[in-house]
């Protein structure tokens, strides 16, 4: 067999390929894929690290039934961050001699050995939210060497088990409503570096709702007669609780009657929003801070331009309108579910439309003149 016909076949073949590369480069109108860095690498492991969730024995009997163990302690949140309306089981376990140190503006300060745990699941019926239930994911903030590793654990479909997950998913899930309608979506699970970019604060990982704020109630779980605070106190697990001062207490962003709407709107844009929209989140570039204690309007959105216009501010001119709702921009990404346009952008794959509303009526009740 003659090889040479092969071999100068072959050498034009590879030439092509590379004048097809080279043309392809040149080309400005072809896609370019958006270019990301990644400071801290998709996977990281700690000692401390199991693979399954049953392996922590944070819960007693079936591990689907959340009965919290020893050193395990139920919490609620006055105004919860939305997921796509799942609900969610929260429980904080304390190493023996661990302590929490109280802060009065800020997240709460965790010893070592701390290790927040977030439960999501959908109740089948809405109506009956103790009832048949399917758990979604666990999701874990691991405080080890004095740094928080957020740990991410996916449940299975028998529900006996949730298993480490680095990567995400989309899984889809359905429910009835409190009406009484089907309702179905996407629900995607966040990869590990999706949960860092939530909860970076300057260049560490940080918890996002354990605050005086948010932790001042009352929940049954916990206790019958004293608040959150006062029990971890009593009980000589929370350390510096002030004696003789007021303590901050956020409002239920949908309870009238726990709050103005201007407080519950700023109750649910801080949980919702400042975590990266703050002065040291991931999102501090944008110059917006909503952040409940902010109080220089223009820095809370009023009649600020975004710092780069393109779609996501959907050609609107200023973050927040007053009595504008329609032509404000939190209002506009609030609304979008396009990737590149909705805000929060992780953590939702459909419009929180109680939530709208209540941020719609607060930029209603805006004066537009507040020198008037």
């Known amino acids: 067999m003659n090889k040479e016909p092969f071999i100068y076949s072959l050498v034009l073949f590879l030439m092509a390929q590379l004048l097809l590369i080279h043309c392809t480069s040149k080309d400005k109108s072809a896609p370019k894929a958006k270019k990301v860095i990644l400071e801290t690498p998709l996977i990281s492991t700690t000692s401390t690290q199991k693979q399954k969730l049953s392996d922590y024995d944070f819960f007693d009997g079936e591990i689907s039934e959340l009965i919290p163990s020893e050193r395990v302690f139920p919490y609620s949140l006055n105004t919860p961050l939305f ?41 089948k019926d809405f109506n009956s939210p103790e009832g048949d239930k399917k758990l979604i994911e666990t999701r874990l903030l691991v405080k080890e060497e004095n740094n928080w590793t957020p740990l991410n654990y996916i449940w299975d479909e028998e529900q006996k ?41 300057g260049k560490e990982i940080t918890p996002i ?19 959150q605070l006062e029990f971890f106190a009593q009980h000589d697990y929370l350390t ?71 779609k996501g501010s959907g050609n609107l001119h200023y973050s927040i309108v007053p009595g504008e709702p329609n032509n404000s ?44």
């Not at 709702?209 to 608040?227: D, I, V």
């Not at 975590?275 to 991931?282: I, L, N, V």
């Not at 990737?339 to 929180?352: L, Y």
């Open 83 to 123: 997921t796509d309306y799942a609900f969610k089981k929260r429980f904080i376990y304390l190493p023996e001699g661990g302590k929490i140190s109280y802060t009065k503006n800020a997240v709460f300060n965790f010893g070592e050995g701390t290790i927040l745990i977030k439960n999501f699941y959908y109740s």
């Open 240 to 310: 510096g609780f002030p004696q003789n001062e007021i303590i901050p207490q956020f409002s239920v962003w949908n309870d009238p009657e726990t709050g103005t709407i201007a407080e519950r709107a700023k109750t649910y844009l801080d949980i919702n929003c400042a975590h990266c929209h703050q002065p040291h989140g991931s999102a501090k570039n944008s110059g917006l801070d909503l952040s409940y204690n902010q109080t220089d309007a223009r820095k809370r959105g009023v009649f600020k331009p975004p710092v780069a216009a393109g």
């Open 209 to 227: 709702g354990p605050t005086a704020a948010q932790l001042n109630k009352r929940f049954e779980p916990l206790s019958k007669t004293l608040t």
């Open 161 to 201: 088990d949730a298993f480490l997950n680095y990567t995400g998913k989309t899984l889809a899930i359905r429910w009835t409503n409190n009406k009484g309608d089907l309702q179905q979506l996407s629900y995607n699970v966040p990869n590990n570096n999706q949960c860092k970019n939530c909860h970076l604060n």
């Open 329 to 372: 921009i939190l209002v506009y990404r609030m609304l979008s579910n396009d990737p590149g346009t909705m805000m929060p952008e992780i953590g939702r794959s459909t419009v929180h439309k109680e939530g709208v509303a209540l941020i719609t009526e607060y930029i209603k009740s805006l004066n537009p003149n507040p020198s008037k």
